[in-house]
């Protein structure tokens, strides 16, 4: 996969981008999962993009996004691609590709170029492999802080994940609950309630090709956050840990966060409408880390 940069040069480009954005989403968009741009109407000192999880959508970061907002940020919240449709039982998300995460990654990047003087990027799950893409690839980019990125799942053994990535990339698709007792109620209203393990294998994909190039070359972001969760039931602590260090024999600016594991904190750390959440403690501590 390869990076095709093509930043706005200022902030009036920048506002032709997200334009061009928005005239592009699908039809039958969740009005609450559009692309959204919280502007002071020019370019600051901060611009971030906030990318969501796997099946889930912008507002998993509305709340987020406004603190960075309130904090002086031009703040970019788009949609996955495939993702954000008012019908949430779609199928579309099962042809979702690494490639079109990764240029997702480009575009929202070169509008966040014209935004502010300095770029950050911070996402979580499927937004966090997104986010490592671009700390590989982007030399525009200031920051990148990457929040229980999803390179494995913890029901695989690490030494299975690739292989597990080629079989199920080669069986027929199936969408499964998230929650096979709440089904449709398991998830937000934003976000669908099944996923696809096609689209986790094009996740796995975009996870292993930024490890593979992690492994032969430097990444281009100026700096990198990895931040860990040890109670995340989902994903695999160890092969994020390992891709830092990765980096890290380049010379890399690499560190590392982990939440208290007392905390008990969900996969999902951001989103309001989560059990056991605890956005008092969370907040404050990826604005201290984007601030740094």
Not at 13 to 28: C, D, K, M, N, V
Not at 44 to 63: C, D, K, M, N, W
Request: proline share 7%; glycine share 8%; net charge positive.
């Amino acid at each position: 996969m390869i990076s095709r940069p093509n930043p706005a040069e200022n902030y009036e480009s920048a506002i032709r981008l997200f334009e061009t954005l928005r005239t592009q989403e699908p039809q039958g968009m969740n009005p609450l999962c559009r692309n959204q741009l919280l502007t002071r109407g020019f370019r600051t000192e901060r611009s971030i993009v906030l990318v969501h999880g796997y099946t889930s959508a912008p507002p998993q970061f509305h709340t987020l996004g406004h603190e960075f907002f309130q904090r002086g940020f031009n703040v970019l919240m788009s949609p996955l691609p495939r993702h954000g449709l008012a019908e949430r039982m779609t199928r579309v998300h099962g042809g979702l590709t690494a490639e079109e995460l990764a240029a997702f990654a480009d575009r929202t990047l070169d509008v966040a170029a014209g935004l502010g003087n300095r770029v950050t990027i911070m996402g979580l799950s499927m937004g966090g492999v997104t986010a490592a893409w671009a700390a590989q690839h982007r030399k525009d980019l200031d920051l990148s802080i990457i929040i229980s990125p999803a390179f494995g799942f913890r029901k695989i053994p690490e030494r299975l994940t690739r292989s597990a990535m080629l079989l199920f990339g080669l069986l027929p698709d199936a969408f499964v609950w998230w929650d096979p007792e709440a089904k449709e109620n398991g998830a937000p209203s934003y976000a669908y309630p099944k996923y696809s393990r096609h689209a986790l294998t094009q996740l796995l994909r975009l996870g292993f090709a930024v490890k593979d190039d992690a492994a032969k070359k430097p990444p281009a972001a100026k700096k990198i956050v990895m931040v860990l969760n040890p109670s995340d039931d989902m994903v695999n602590n160890d092969m994020s840990e390992k891709i830092a260090a990765l980096w890290k024999t380049h010379g890399a600016n690499v560190s590392t966060f982990s939440f208290d594991a007392g905390l008990m904190l969900p996969h999902d750390l951001v989103a309001l409408d989560q059990k056991g959440q605890r956005t008092d403690v969370v907040y404050p501590k990826l604005v201290e880390l984007a601030g740094k």
